[in-house]
């Protein structure tokens, strides 16, 4: 059973399912307020999860996006600043909580 | 590292200290007039104070309890002992500041130097960096303003806590029992703010996941916790006891408020530069042309430190980087990142309710980047003088506005914001008090207007402002407001006093309430008006024109005070049946000595204090806290509230005798203070114990 869900294929169907079921839940009148973002940023937390990304690529994209908003305040785009900074919040906190999970992880192999 | 080196860099951070305040030393006048800023100014009133601080009553809005506030008491005494020397409001205001930078800063650089200690050792530089970070943060400039002394030296105390807990977790620790007194007193300390103690607590918990020896930790934590509870056993028991009386009276202050949480909180890109709080102070130090410069700056260091820490692959720094995101979920309240769920919480957990104002989470972000920014920079090599020189550039470049030597009150007063002033009291003031302070009968005062947090007028002696009166809050007598009290007791009667001050046209008389409330004085103030007041139209001369009216003996006038004297106001404790004499000896805020004579065969006794079911009458025999606790008070069946707020007993009793009126907390405070001191001395005995052994065993060693 644990090898069946080792099989990439597995992997990417279970992934496009649950991604279905959230979207739909996302769109149905029972969101309890579950934003678009928190929807895009929940995608990203499962396929980290799912194909092991390392949680550095996560950080990296959060400090890109994390600039990125700084630039675009200097540019006084406000709203878009403060929306690119939710992402950029939503990919360190991805990335900080599988970072330290692995290494405790490591940790506990050693 | 050297003794040498540390007094360098406590003296670095001195000398920064006193340049931050500069503008402050050079002028003679005391911190405050803005939001909770109450240093006194007087020398009658800070010598007053440490004589009212170990009680669980106090006279204060016709009186309430008060021992939630206990544990600032070794605070309080602490700061106000500088006035026995003859140093008044100015010095003690400044010295709070300047102490609390430096325990701030100093003890944050001896914590990273022991966290990052345990990893690898190159340099003290990432531990200066990090403490010169935490003392002169964005935070801490912002409670300055803010005026909370209790707040932000609960802050500069939270790194020597976990310094000294860190070495009571270390391995081989031949002076366990010292580290677990001294981690258990800073501990207490930290008690003097409420949410201090309980974000300290929960970061205590998470960190148990960073741990290599958890049995060893939560064996520490458990010590820790049982030597605290015995240490504040003093206050602790009073609190348990009088629990309900005490959140009935505070409580009616403590529900949350949702514009608040919504409104008054940093927005998300604040709270990434740690430069948010209930008002945008910090960015309102900084041009606004620059601001967008500054903040691309600022994200270009965050991002080098986040990327440090999780390139590092350290789980401590990690663990770090994650309580400083998840802190800024709740330090931007009903914002982003999570404002809604936020506010759920707020609706839903009870302990929430401790942290009306959102702006106290920012204490974890602080704390948290403090310590990231020790372990993002443990790896840089500082040997070389040019990345020295970047780092320094940079924590100038992020904290300058920390350095405008007068907490940037010049450019928030010019910008219409609020600010910190030095103020001085003037010499009709002094005078005044020097009046009501010699006259050591019981008896209450009243300020007019009734504002504990009024705005301020311009004078020679202060700017324009607003905020807490410390002449109000610590009162050399027993006083009335209508603003910052939390008890209810007789809360309708001074709502009306104020009204019918107020009201020009309301021909009603003060006399009966004033006289009623046992008001002797009365100090009408020409240089403040009411602020979160329904009288928004006050003039102290139709004021003075009903006192006069009404018939108060008008004793003094000195520049912007004028005093009344009420000679018909009713006395402490007094009964309303002829040919009953009541005299009566106050021993403390929570003990009178009552002298019966002549009475009536049934005679009710007064006592013009908030009504609470905790005061006792007892025999005169019954005089010591163990016997009063153990037995039965007598008259408690008749004990109720009379007048509107004040205790009345009903007393069917012939002859004169001598009766005892106790309030019973007070008792379990003596109590548990024999219990907190019998710990205290008990530690100190194992302590001395396990030192002299330890060094007969280095002595024998030496020998050998």
């Keep these: 059973m644990l090898k069946l869900f080792k099989s990439l294929k597995v992997k990417i169907a279970l992934f496009f399912f649950l991604a279905i079921f959230l979207f739909l839940w996302r769109y149905s009148e029972f969101n309890p307020g579950f934003s678009g973002k928190g929807l895009i940023l929940t995608y990203w937390l499962l396929a980290s999860l799912l194909f092991a990304i390392d949680g550095k690529i996560s950080v990296l994209i959060g400090i890109l996006l994390f600039l990125s908003s700084s630039v675009m305040l200097l540019l006084k785009h406000e709203g878009l600043a403060l929306r690119v900074s939710l992402y950029s919040y939503g990919f360190l906190f991805i990335g900080a909580i599988i970072q330290f999970i692995s290494l405790l992880k490591e940790k506990e192999k050693k | 590292m050297t003794h040498f080196k540390k007094k360098i860099i406590f003296g670095i951070y001195l000398f920064l200290s006193l340049v931050s305040i500069r503008y402050f030393i050079l002028n003679p006048g005391t911190l405050g007039h803005n939001w909770d800023w109450f240093v006194p100014s007087s020398l009658i009133y800070l010598q007053n104070l440490p004589s009212t601080l170990f009680y669980t009553w106090r006279n204060f809005s016709l009186g309430e309890p008060i021992s939630l506030w206990l544990p600032s008491a070794p605070f309080f005494l602490f700061f106000t002992g500088f006035s026995f020397l003859g140093f008044g409001g100015g010095f003690i ?187 945008p102070f910090y960015p309102a130090l900084i041009s606004n042309n620059l601001y967008p410069f500054w903040l691309f700056i600022v994200y270009l260091g965050l991002s080098f430190i986040f990327w440090k820490v999780i390139a590092g692959k350290r789980k401590e720094a990690v663990f770090w980087l994650f309580i400083f995101l998840f802190s800024l979920i709740f330090s931007t309240g009903g914002k982003d990142p999570l404002g809604n769920q936020v506010l759920w919480l707020y609706e839903h957990l ?35 003088y040019i990345k020295r020189i970047l780092f320094i550039a940079f924590f100038v470049i992020w904290l300058y506005p920390f350095f405008s030597g007068d907490f940037g009150s010049s450019i928030l007063h010019s910008k219409k914001m609020e600010y910190i002033d030095s103020y ?71 709502l009306e006093l104020e009204r019918i001050f107020c009201d020009k046209k309301n021909q009603e008389k003060t006399s009966d309430i004033v006289s009623g409330f046992n008001v002797k004085y009365l100090l009408l103030r020409k240089d403040v008006i009411p602020h ?170 030496y020998n050998l």
């Design chain 2, 93 to 279: 205001s400044k010295l709070l500041v300047i102490s609390s930078i430096l325990l701030s800063s100093f003890g944050m650089f001896l914590l990273i130097n022991k966290l990052v200690n345990k990893q690898e050792k190159k340099s003290d530089f990432p531990a200066f960096l990090a403490g010169l970070f935490y003392g002169f943060s964005p935070f801490l400039l912002c409670e300055f303003i803010g005026g909370a002394a209790t707040q932000f030296f609960a802050y500069s105390l939270i790194p020597w806590f976990f310094y000294f807990f860190s070495i009571l977790n270390e391995k081989n620790n031949n002076h366990y029992r010292f580290y677990l007194l001294a981690s258990a007193v800073f501990f207490s300390f930290l008690t003097i703010s409420l949410q201090v103690i309980i974000l300290c607590s929960f970061l205590l918990f998470a960190s148990l996941v960073i741990q290599e020896d958890k049995t060893k930790y939560l064996k520490n934590l458990f010590f820790l916790f049982i030597l605290y509870c015995l240490l504040n056993f003093y206050w602790i028991l009073p609190t348990i006891v009088e629990f309900q009386n005490i959140f009935q009276t505070v409580g009616a202050g403590s529900a949350f408020s949702d514009f608040t949480i919504r409104n008054l909180v940093p927005s998300l890109d604040q709270a990434w530069a740690n430069i948010g709080y209930t008002r």
């Design chain 2, 350 to 384: 009870f302990l929430m309710s401790f942290f009306r104002s959102p702006q106290h989470f920012i204490l974890l972000s602080v704390f948290s980047m403090a310590i990231l920014i020790g372990h993002a920079t443990v790896g840089v090599d500082f040997k070389n």
């Design chain 2, 424 to 494: 001085k009291l003037s010499p009709g003031y002094e005078k005044a008090f020097e009046i009501i302070h010699q006259d050591e009968g019981d008896h209450k005062m009243l300020f007019l207007p009734l504002s504990g947090s009024p705005k301020f007028l311009k004078t020679e002696y202060q700017n324009e402002n607003q905020g807490g009166d410390p002449l109000i809050e610590y009162s050399i007598k027993d006083t009335v407001v209508t603003d910052i009290s939390y008890a209810s007791q007789g809360k309708d009667l001074v």
């Design chain 2, 532 to 701: 979160f007041s329904e009288c928004q139209t006050w003039n102290w001369q139709d004021a003075y024109l009903k006192l006069k009216v009404e018939g108060y003996a008008e004793i003094f006038s000195q520049d912007y005070v004028i005093l009344f004297e009420n000679n018909k106001y009713l006395p402490h404790l007094y009964s309303p049946q002829k040919n009953t004499t009541i005299s009566f000896t106050k021993i403390n805020p929570t003990r009178y000595e009552v002298q019966v004579d002549n009475p009536a065969d049934s005679f009710d006794l007064i006592f013009l204090e908030s009504y609470n079911s905790s005061w006792k009458i007892f025999p005169e025999k019954i005089n010591d806290f163990a016997g009063q606790l153990f037995s039965k008070p007598l008259y408690a069946n008749s004990h109720r509230k009379i007048n509107g707020f004040a205790n009345g007993w009903k007393i069917n009793k012939n002859g004169s005798y001598r009766l005892l009126l106790v309030y019973i907390p007070q008792n379990y405070l003596y109590l548990g203070s024999v219990v907190s001191a019998l710990a205290l001395l008990f530690m100190f005995l194992l302590i001395i114990n396990k030192e002299l052994k330890f060094a007969k065993e280095k002595h024998d060693e």
